[in-house]
């Protein structure tokens, strides 16, 4: 994955910039999470308004939970790598920040190196993708240039040795992460390269609810005309 970087640290006061725009971030995500979830329980127990669409709402509550609480992780990582005070602390929350980013990609879409293995359930993008007859010609296209990206990530499994050695505390593996160079601006701008994926991957969900609510809403004037 080439990615373009500044090739330098941030100044005190970009990084105060930064850091209070992460936050605010969070902030709106995280206040979303609850919601979605509560959602989800819901369709889990049939407790939605129009029956027939159960299934996909259970795809778009699951997958906008998961897919929104990755973002909020990846964006606290990257509050956390800079707010770093000592250089080891830095390269431990660099390497926290890949597991969160390396795991969040393999779950929503996954890598092609690992995509013909067994797996026990299917990525978030494969349940978005059994909506696809359902879509309209515009969510078409949004979902087909997504999916493009999507792909192209995917073809080189990025940070799986980081993701690997942090996970299992692979000692020897782990300290040679670590001695790799710690170029501010390359980890953040890597970083932001999936976390924008992300964000389209959660742009159209919220699309695909948004259709849903419009659904409900022609139902209920339906109901009303004809009562």
Known sequence: MEVRYIDKELTPQERIRTIAEI????????ESI??????????????????????????????????????????VAQKFFLASASDYDKRFARGKLRVILNEGFKKVYGFSSSKNKSKKCSTIWEQISELYPLFSDNLKVIYNEIQASLEKYSEDAWWVNDRNVETHLDIDGLYESRQEEIIEGKVIMESMELVNIL???????????????????????RQQVES
């Open 23 to 30: 936050d605010k971030l969070v902030q709106q995500y995280a």
């Open 34 to 75: 609850p919601v979605y979830h509560q959602a989800k329980v819901d369709a889990r127990t049939g407790n939605v308004p129009i029956k027939s669409l159960t299934k996909l709402l259970k795809i778009i509550n699951s997958a906008g939970e998961f897919t929104i609480m990755v973002i909020a992780d990846c964006a």
């Open 199 to 221: 964000l389209r991957v959660y742009d159209l969900i919220t699309k695909l609810h948004g259709a849903y609510c419009e659904t409900l809403v022609q139902q209920y004037l």
